[in-house]
Each structure stands twice: as C-alpha cells, then as structure tokens.
C-alpha cells in the first residue's frame, strides 16, 4: 500500500504568516489523486483540497493545494485563527486510501 | 446540509463483536456514485480504511481485517452498519463513518462523521 509520509510533524506559526505543508508518497500517486482535510479537536474532518490542487466547496483560496507524482504541498497564505489545527493528506489513487499521520499547525 | 453521526459502546470486551452505526441526512444511499466508507484511527497512529457500501450494495473490505469485517445498509433509516468480530486491545481506536462522492472519475471522501472512540479492554 502507498505510506504518506508528513511533514513537519508540527509548524509553530503566528496570525498572518505563511504555512506550508508536505505530504510525500511511497510510490507514485497518479491521476493526482490527494486530498487534504483539516481536523479540529471533537469535530469531524474538512475537506480541503482533492485532485491534488481543487478547493473543495467554501473553501477559502488562502487554502491551496501543489505537486504530482510523489510529493505534495498544502499551503496556506496567510494563517488566521480558525486556521490552527492538525491537517492531514489521503490518497485514493490505489486501492486502500491510506492517509498521512498529519501534520498540526499551532500558534507560536 | 450532509451530515453523518457514528454511534455504538464506546468500551468492549475482548473477543466480543463490536456493531457500530453511522446514521447519516443530507443524502440518500440510494443516489448514483454514493458511498459510505469506515475508517479508523489507533492512538498515534495514521488512519485506516476499514470498509465500503455503496449505491448498488457493492461492498469492499480491509484486507487484513476481511474475515473479521461486514458492512449493510438500511437505506429506509439512512444508516450503514459495520460490524467487527472477536475484537482485540488492537482494535482500540477512533472509528470515523465518510461520506464518499464520484467527481468526475473520482472517489471523494467529501464529509466525515465526529468520530467515535471505541476501547476494547476486559
């Protein structure tokens, strides 16, 4: 099965600053078929971004999503407070989806 | 508005068989391209897929956990239920119920339920 690997494990970022996050497969994901998901405490998973870099419906454009192939990237431009969480990246290109240990973004 | 809601013990006794819920609106299984998927998350760890129902009652498991895996459907009730037998300290995590959606030519885990911690200890 394909392993996503995260990184860093945790981002320690201020309001306003810029976050970039890495996600890196095992094997080539084709078709461009990532998603990421932001995960608050108690509540359930966002979607974010699926197909690699489309924002999933109300999704703010801060929000945007990059790479092919074997890595990546989930940025957001600028960090608001709603904006603190742990995010993590799933693959569905090969059968099972697995998904990344995530990566949390906390108010440094 | 989608939404979905996992429900079941939230402790179990090793060897006994866990039966969880997820009772879900804002959509009908019974719609072309929709599917309800399980997963789960042990304590530090990654998640991972458990199960799949969809529309024409095709259902897909774990492979790892296939002899020990079933999921149905009660379309009438909105609810998918997913059950696990002989369960195991292993088994110990948080059990997440998913909306997934066709985009295009796209399997889209698009909504997830809140999540439910099950703990299986005697």
């Known amino acids: 099965e394909i392993v996503l690997t995260q990184s860093p494990g945790t981002l320690s970022l201020s309001p306003g600053e810029r976050a970039t996050l890495s996600c890196r497969a095992s094997q080539s994901v084709t078709s461009r078929s990532l998603a990421w998901y932001q995960h608050k405490p108690g509540r359930a998973p966002r979607l974010l971004i699926y197909g690699a870099s489309i924002r999933a419906t109300g999704i703010p454009d801060r929000f945007s999503g990059s790479g092919s192939g074997t890595d990546f990237t989930l940025t957001i431009s600028r960090l608001e407070p709603e904006d603190f969480a742990v995010y993590f990246c799933q693959q569905y290109d090969k059968s099972p989806r697995t998904s990344g240990l995530g990566t949390k973004v906390e108010i440094k | 508005q989608v939404t979905l809601r996992e429900s079941g013990p939230a402790l179990v006794k090793p060897t006994q068989t866990l039966k969880l819920t997820c009772t879900f609106s804002g959509f009908s299984l019974n719609t072309f391209g929709m599917s309800v998927n399980w997963f789960r998350q042990p304590p530090g760890k990654a998640l991972e897929w458990l199960a799949h129902i969809d529309w024409e009652d095709e259902k897909f498991y774990s492979a790892s956990l296939k002899t020990r895996l079933s999921v149905s459907k009660d379309t009438s009730e909105n609810q998918v239920i997913l059950t696990l037998t002989n369960v195991d300290p292993v088994d110990t995590g948080t059990y997440y119920c998913?909306?997934?959606?066709?985009?295009?030519?796209?399997?889209?885990?698009?909504?997830w339920g809140q999540g439910m911690l099950v703990t299986v200890s005697s």
């Open positions: 998913t909306r997934v959606r066709a985009v295009d030519t796209d399997m889209i885990v698009d909504y």
